[in-house]
């Protein structure tokens, strides 16, 4: 029977392998589809130290099948570079000097686990594991697979990190989603997030700006402050596991699983991840990498515990001296001192209040061109016969560059364009008298005529009074196919218009895009008047703003609609209360509301909640 469980947390087995408590406690880390190491590439685990030693779990050829994973995962690693890691002062290798792990299962692209994850295209073969970016069939999303065999070394450490890690359900981190020991093999699932930008690639383009910075360091010693308390530690935070998305919010992968799977492991992890999060930001202010060797695209600069490494404001110009003394406080360890008198910060927790504690920094003012100038054109007296005072500009008389104007129109002899101008205004005011005596004529009938009104019905547009309510019989949700599966949590649909606000309908998750996660183009609820009836307008009060479309059925459907083309648009909006108002009253009998983009709820995923729905005639 296959072993799966996302809600318990696990205890890492030791396997043989000689680790302290705080060591166990805070090996967890979750990775996303995309781990390969190459020579360019190290962790800061690999460079931070010069008191290192050889792993030997560590040591293999990191080989790329893939290429680089898409826009969610940024670690790329070249094919064919040798990879030689070295451990930091107090993190160490669990796998150190454990025989050789086999090697990772030979898998393709095609094959299905578990009957539901179908795997795409590898983008990570290392040390015994692949990583892979895979489709979850059952959902229709992308999703990030690592795997290895159920009998490697690391089997155990890695299934309790990754359920400690789903059990966080902090949005600021990629969320594992499935933890599965399946007879022979051990794979874990998780977040694929195709919008978001790896920091190595942004970093690639040049420095941050210091308030692009500032909330990069803010955002993440939050995050791994609130780890921590729930003894989670990362171990390996790298330009390639902190990602950006469109909105700029920082997400960071890899919590719990990255160093399982590497067999990392620290006595000091606050210390660590503090460290981790100072090298970014001493990364993202001078676009250089605060260690001697080059990684992730970056120029090695120094090393501090070498003396060698230099303020971020010491090696470019222009950077904020608040946060390069912040990069400093972080980066400080092992007796080397900072370029601040202010005490190191040695965890997440004080390096978030040593930021909190910055003046404020203004984001970048947006920049507009200036206008062009006017330029006054340059005229030259005189000209040929008919231009009187208006000259030619003196570009147009033969001057270099500037093609010629096309010649002025002949004047009308002086006697008879006089007589023409007189004639043509006259007509003028003669048709203007007329046009306004026969609209006053018109409005003086009209105000004599009986009753009044000067209104007209015609067949169908002939309505009613307006603005009463409309009661709806019925109701379905509707997610038709093809990229629907046709039920959209059918059983919370009647809790839309109950006339309780504190109920709702509510849809499914949707993970990384407010438009459904790019799989459909929406969802929603048909509504049953009963009978044809006038309809002029539906308020809608949603959790969160909604995008919402109001389409109505032909008044002569005699039953319900199974797909989108049997409704005809009436109207749409955005917003968390919403009246859609038909330009003048239809008459339906089914009327649908379509949600098309969802807000952003507690737990990082997109989902849509109808309270109350009203049907107004």
């Known amino acids: ?277 100072g090298a970014l930001l001493y990364a993202a202010l001078t676009q250089r990498w605060p260690y001697d060797e080059d990684a992730y695209g970056l120029a090695g600069v120094g090393s501090l515990a070498k003396g060698t490494l230099v303020a971020p404001d010491q090696v470019r110009a222009g950077v904020h001296r608040g946060l390069s003394q912040l990069a400093m406080r972080a980066l400080v360890n092992d007796g080397a001192t900072a370029s601040s008198h202010e005490q190191p910060c040695t965890t997440p927790e004080e390096l978030s209040k040593a930021a909190s504690a910055l003046p404020r920094i203004k984001p970048p003012e947006p920049s507009f061109g200036s206008p062009r100038p006017y330029q006054r054109p340059a005229y030259q007296p005189g000209g040929a016969y008919g231009q009187g005072a208006h000259a030619r500009p003196a570009s147009a008389m033969g001057g270099p560059g500037a093609p010629a104007d096309p010649p002025a129109p002949p004047a009308l002899p002086g006697r008879t364009g006089k007589v023409l101008k007189w004639g043509v205004s006259a007509l003028l005011i003669a048709a203007l008298g007329l046009g306004s005596w026969q609209v006053a004529d018109t409005l003086l009938k009209g105000d004599n005529s009986p009753g009044g009104s000067t209104g007209q019905t015609h067949g169908n547009d002939e309505t009613g009074a307006t603005g009463k309510p409309v009661k709806i019989v019925d109701a379905k949700d509707f997610d038709p196919p093809p990229r629907g599966n046709g039920s959209e949590n059918p059983a919370k649909v009647p809790d839309a218009y109950d006339g309780d606000p504190s109920t709702y309908w509510l849809t499914q998750k949707y993970y990384g895009h407010p438009d459904f996660g790019h799989l459909k183009p929406g969802a929603g609820l048909i509504l049953d008047l009963g009978k044809p009836q006038q309809v002029s307008s539906v308020k809608v009060d949603f959790v969160g703003a909604t995008g919402a479309h109001f389409l109505a059925a032909p008044k002569d459907t005699a039953t319900m609609p199974s797909s989108l083309d049997g409704f005809s648009n009436v109207t749409s909006g955005t917003g968390e209360h919403l009246t859609l108002k038909a330009k003048k009253p239809i008459r339906t009998q089914y009327v649908l509301v379509w949600l098309t983009e969802l807000p952003l709820s507690d737990d990082g995923n997109y989902r849509g909640r109808i309270t109350e729905i009203q049907v107004m005639s």
């Open 1 to 277: 029977m296959a072993e799966r469980s996302t809600a318990a947390v696990g205890v890492a087995e030791n396997s043989g392998d000689e680790e302290t408590p705080t060591a166990r406690a805070d090996k967890a880390s979750v990775d996303s589809a995309k781990d390969g190491q190459s020579s360019s590439d190290r962790s800061p685990e690999d460079t931070r130290s010069q008191a290192a030693s050889p792993s030997s779990s560590d040591s293999d050829n990191a080989v790329q099948d893939g290429g680089a994973e898409g826009d969610a995962d940024g670690e790329t690693a070249e094919s064919g570079d040798d990879t030689v890691s070295l451990t930091e002062k107090g993190q160490r290798s669990s796998a150190d000097p454990a025989p050789a792990d086999p090697e990772p299962p030979d898998l393709h692209s095609g094959h299905k686990l578990a009957r539901r994850y179908r795997l795409e295209e590898c983008v990570t073969r290392l040390d015994g594991f692949s990583s892979w970016r895979a489709v979850d069939e059952k959902l229709r999303r992308a999703v990030g697979v690592h795997i290895l065999p159920s009998n490697h070394s690391r089997a155990r450490q890695v299934l309790s990190a990754a359920r400690s890690s789903a059990l966080l359900g902090d949005p600021r981190f990629v969320q594992v989603l499935d933890a599965v020991e399946d007879h022979d093999l051990v794979y874990v699932v998780h977040e694929w997030l195709p919008d978001a930008t790896p920091l190595r690639d942004i970093l690639a383009t040049g420095a941050l700006e210091p308030h692009d910075a500032y909330q990069l360091v803010t955002q993440l010693s939050q995050a791994m402050t609130a780890a921590h308390r729930k003894g989670l530690s990362h171990l390996r935070l790298t330009p390639g596991t902190v990602l950006r998305t469109g909105s700029g919010q920082y997400r960071i992968r890899g919590l719990a699983v990255s160093a399982a799977l590497r067999g990392i492991t620290s006595d000091a992890p606050q210390r660590a991840d503090t460290e981790g999060i």
